[in-house]
Structure formats: C-alpha cells, structure tokens
C-alpha cells in the first residue's frame, strides 16, 4: 500500500562480500545485446529549480513522470512473487500501456520472499524473470522504478481461514520470530492489520530493530538479513542489464508502506528519525556498493502520514534529505474510502497534492507520489472515476480549475505519480488465499478483496482500460526544454463507466477571454507555461497527446505556433511514442528564444464540434498572450 558500530561493520562488509560473489557467479552481463526497439534514454537526475527540485534527463529537459504500477499480482503464489507470470505477458502489457494510456514510467515490484526463499539461497533465476520483465518496459521507452513491495510483512503471520493475508518477509524469516497468533479483531478494512494485530506489529517491531534471529544458516538481524539480500538483488539487476537498459532505471524503492509495529512511547515524527531514517541511509549504502549509486532511494514516510486518520510522521524531522532520495509518498483518500460520502469534484485533492510538493521542498528533493487510486467494483466504485481524475488534477497543478486562469503560477510542478494498478489478470486470478486450497481467490485482485486495476483482459485476451480512457490516457509535458512554470489540463472524463455518467468542465476559461473559451467548449485543452534555459536546448519540449488528439485535427496555440493540424517537422510536429505505433507526442520547438523567454502553449483535440477558423485562431493567440504577459511577466 511498509546497531551498534561493529554490526554496522559487519553489515558492510558482508553487503560487499555479497556483492563481489555475485559478480564471480553471474559475471558481467551488460554486453547482453539490446533490445533493438529501445530507445536512447538518458538517465535522469533530481536537480534543483528555484526554490523546488525536480527530474531532469541528459538533455536538462525537466521530465514528468506518469504510469502504473505493476502490480498487485507480485503479491501472489500463482504468479511466483512477479508482475507477470511469462515474459510475453509482460510484453503485451507493456504495449498495451503504451499504446492505450501514453505510460513512460513503472513501478515495478519485486519480494523479499522471492529474492531470498531460504537464509542461503539468492533465487537467481526469479531475478532473471524479472530482468526480463523490466526490459519488456524500457524496450518500449518506458521508465522502471524497482520497488520492494510488502503489505502486513509477511503472509506467513497468517493462519488458513484468516480474514487477510500479507506479502514481503519469506516463510523462514516468520519462522525464526516464533510470532503470536494473529488476530485483527474486528477489521473493515486490511490495513488496520497494522493498528491491531499483534503478530504483524511484533514482526514489524523486530524488523525496525533488527532482532537477531536464528537461522539454518546461522544467526543475523533481520533488517541485516533484508540488507544483505538487497544487495545481492541489485548486484544482480545491474550485471544483467546493459548500460543503455540501466539508463532507464530511475531508481529503487527500498520498503514499501513502513509502518511502525510500536512506537515506544516515541512520536511518528521521532520514530522516522530514530529507525526508518537510519533504515533508508544503509539501504542508500547497499545501493551504493551494488552499483547503484548515481540513482536516487525513492524512500517513503509512514504509511498513515496523510490518508486523514492515524496520521503520524511524513518525515520532517529527518532533515534535508537531498539529491540521492526522493520523497515518495502514497495517497489515499481515507476518508472516502470510510465514512465521506461525498463525490469528488474541482480541486478536492489540491490541498493533499500540495502537502507531498511542499514536504518534498524542505526535504530538498523531488516528490514523487508512487500510489494512489480507488476501487473499481462494489459499495462505492460509482465514485472512483471523478476522485482518479481530481487526483490527477491535482497533480498537474494545485489550484482549482475554476481558478486556475487567474492563478496558475501558485500551481506549483507537475507531480510525477505510478497509478495503483494495472493487472492484466484481473478477475481471472486463481491464488489459493494463505496456502488454503479452500479459499481461491479469482475476483479482482485476487488479493484482500481488492480490485483497483484499471486493466482487464477480454476472452481474447485483449486488454481494454476499465476506467474512462480520458482519465488514463492524458496531454502531460513529459520533457519540458526549460523550467514548467504552470500546466493544467480539462480531461472532460465523465463520472462514470463506460462513457456513462456525467460530464462537466473543470477548467473553467474566465468571461476575459471569450475566444479561447469559444476554442475550448466542449473540448479536450491543455495549457503549458514554460521559460527558456540559460543555454539553448538541443531537444525538444514534448507532450503526450491522448488518443482523441489526432494530427489533423490538433490545435495548437502560442508563440511557438499557432495552426490547426500537425505536420512531422516544423516548430509544432507531431511524432509517434517510442515503442508505440499509435500513441503521439506534440514537440514545440521554439525558433530563436533567447534564454529566460516565457513561452505559453494551448493545444486543443479539436476533432469534434465546429471547424476553427484562422480569424478565431489569432484572436485566441492575442487573448492567450495578453494572460502569459500579465500573470508570466519576463
């Protein structure tokens, strides 16, 4: 949904040890052959804009993230502890996120248990599957965040007929705790395993701890043991990839959802700084001696931080966290997932969406909000495709829409985000629940009674979004040549599913300009505010452009140009997404800018609704100039 000196000593040690085995045992794969579809991806680095910090690739393009994670199914027995259970399904996904949604990023999870299934065994051969699986996404231009995943520890705190499960901590680990029988008392939900029961907090306790267990391979903390196998992990992901393959790997998240097992009379805020922090920095040392170390820890704080209840830590008493972390935080709307009753609506997650782009201020490093979605089936569903869309509203700037035009430079940046989730098995899963072959899960996720995958397969084995596309498959500024100083974006995704439901305009254009709000009616329209580097850019800005924004009928908007329809070259050109043959990117490129220029960009899916004219165009140019000049000065 997460020592003493000498044991620091022999903590790095062994982590080096383990490292320098690996590369004796495996070897060095990077000449491994590239896929030849993959694209010529810079790595990307957190750097500093202003008073904020933001990605930016090889070209100092200022990058946003937008994706999935994949997936809830590495939470299951039926499909060895991976996102997918053959690399050809991985392949199809990857091409059918590509394609459908404009996806350039995962999260892609792996398990403790499935790295390290006894105290002396690395599984090297589920790495390799999921090696493979990675390049089945960077093959197809798409980003890879590598997360540890687990949920209540470990599905081995519970019994056969329990209520719930977990995953994450391998079967010996549970073993050697010798844990209480579990019991959550009376649970609506899965996750209040981590408020109630006694044998997941005493497991979660341990760990923060590092208590010394015994193994069949001798005695170790168990925090050292998660260390050790990491390092091993991400040793063995480097040699395998290529250089060009690992340049599309954004970096690692080191535990999925902490949370704290007992607070020990100690505050959220005291225990981030006194366990989780201390935590973050050996597995940034893990990273370092594996040969990750031009890539950032994506670490996240407590897990209740901000979902409206339990709320305790969001780590701001660690200190500046800097350039080598990203704070990676989660959001959920605990409250409409209870007891609110409310639809979402215009700018009902800004304040949430703010609170993730201000903590990532302090900490002086990028944000980077890793999940966040809402159930797609049972009591409550019929809300879930206007509180996704208001999350991603939100993300793309944290003003109103109905604000927005008067106060688009306090929007703050475009938060890069990985949806929860994308199973293409879903509701076709067969996962015997705890080991009891009494209790086959094949609904939804196939896990704790959840069904938030925004993909499904058909009989043919098709696979179709199940959430309205236009909240998926969205205009975002993927690399922007310069520094965003503003974007917002009218989706006009309906209220419910399959094109039922309401539709309504968020982005509302003011009375002032009434032949941009003329352009716009009824129409999909994004805006992008952007200011010109110090040095002039050898690449271009680029938007994806959804599905419904083709290139005859694109309009686009500016001082950069301002023309219906897209050609292949010139200052607006139209190309397709590497990997994709039906999936587009706009590419503005500016004509002799001098360096701090502010340039504003309108583009418009103009396919449906009257033709434009070339009179109604320059009259929206002027209107869309006059606001750049009046709320952008230079």
Not at 410 to 420: C, E, F, H, K
Not at 504 to 513: D, F, G, I, K
Not at 546 to 560: E, I, N, W
Request: charged share 20%.
């Amino acid at each position: 949904m997460r020592a003493a000196p000498s044991r620091t000593a022999r903590l790095a040690a062994s982590a080096l040890a383990a490292a320098l085995a690996f590369t004796l045992v495996t070897g060095n794969a990077r000449d491994h052959a590239a896929t030849a579809a993959v694209s010529a991806q810079t790595p990307l680095t957190v750097t500093a804009k202003r008073q904020n910090w933001v990605f930016r690739d090889g070209d100092g393009r200022e990058v946003t993230l937008r994706g999935f994670n994949v997936s809830g199914s590495t939470k299951l027995y039926e499909n060895s502890l991976l996102p997918f259970r053959n690399t050809a399904d991985a392949a199809r996904s990857a091409q059918a996120m590509r394609d459908l949604t404009g996806a350039n990023v995962i999260r892609f999870l792996i398990s403790w248990e499935g790295v390290q299934p006894s105290p002396s065994t690395i599984d090297h051969a589920y790495l390799d599957k999921a090696v493979e699986q990675i390049r089945a996404f960077t093959s197809r231009g798409i980003r890879v965040l590598v997360d540890y995943h687990q949920d209540l520890y470990s599905s081995y705190l519970f019994n056969q007929n329990s209520w719930y499960t977990g995953d994450g901590a391998p079967e010996w680990v549970i073993k050697a705790g010798n844990y209480p029988k579990e019991s959550c008392g009376i649970c609506f939900l899965w996750g209040q395993n981590m408020q109630t029961n006694g044998a997941v907090r005493q497991a979660a306790y341990d760990f923060w701890r590092d208590r010394r267990i015994s193994t069949a391979a001798g005695e170790v903390g168990v925090q050292e043991a998660f260390l050790r196998q990491a390092t091993a992990a991400m040793t063995h992901i480097r040699q395998r990839l290529s250089d060009q393959e690992f340049a599309s790997i954004i970096g690692f998240d080191p535990f999925n959802e902490p949370f704290d097992g007992g607070l020990s009379g100690k505050s959220g805020l005291e225990w981030e700084k006194t366990y989780l922090m201390p935590f973050y920095q050996r597995f940034r040392a893990a990273m370092d001696a594996a040969g990750w170390a031009a890539k950032p820890a994506f670490v996240e704080p407590l897990v209740f931080w901000n979902t409206g209840f339990f709320e305790e830590g969001g780590l701001s008493t660690v200190g500046a966290l800097g350039t080598r972390y990203v704070f990676n935080s989660h959001f959920y709307d605990g409250a409409r997932m209870t007891l609110d009753l409310s639809p979402a609506s215009d700018g009902v997650y800004d304040a949430a969406m703010n609170e993730i782009r201000d903590r990532a201020r302090a900490l002086a490093t990028a944000p980077f909000v890793s999940e966040f979605g809402y159930k797609l089936s049972g009591n409550g569903s019929d809300r879930t495709p206007w509180m996704v869309r208001a999350m991603y509203q939100a993300m793309d700037s944290g003003v109103p829409g109905k604000s927005w035009w008067q106060n688009a430079a306090a929007g703050g940046d475009v938060l890069s985000s990985t949806q929860w989730h994308w199973d293409i098995y879903s509701g076709r899963h067969h996962e015997l629940m705890n080991r009891n072959p009494a209790k086959v899960q094949t609904e939804g996720d196939g896990w704790n009674d959840e069904d938030f995958s925004v993909v499904a397969a058909g009989a043919s084995g098709s696979l179709a979004v199940r959430l309205d596309q236009a909240v998926l498959d969205r205009l975002y500024p993927s690399a922007v040549a310069g520094d965003v100083l503003a974007f917002a974006y009218e989706d006009l995704a309906r209220s419910g599913y399959g094109g039922a439901g309401q539709q309504q305009a968020w982005l509302a254009v003011p009375s002032s300009m009434p032949n941009i709000a003329a352009l716009v009616k009824d129409r999909r329209f994004g805006v992008l505010v952007w200011r010109e580097p110090a040095t002039a850019p050898d690449a271009p800005t680029e938007l994806h452009l959804p599905a419904s924004f083709t290139a005859a009928t694109t309009v686009v908007v500016g001082d950069v140009a301002t023309r219906v329809g897209l050609p292949t070259s010139g200052p607006a050109a139209i190309a397709t997404e590497t990997g994709s043959s039906t999936a587009h990117r706009l590419l503005l490129r500016p004509s002799g800018a001098a360096p701090g220029t502010v340039h504003a960009a309108l583009v418009v899916g103009a396919a449906t609704g009257p033709a434009v004219t070339p009179a109604q165009l320059a009259a929206a140019a002027a209107e869309l100039a006059a606001w750049k000049n009046q709320r952008f000065p230079g």
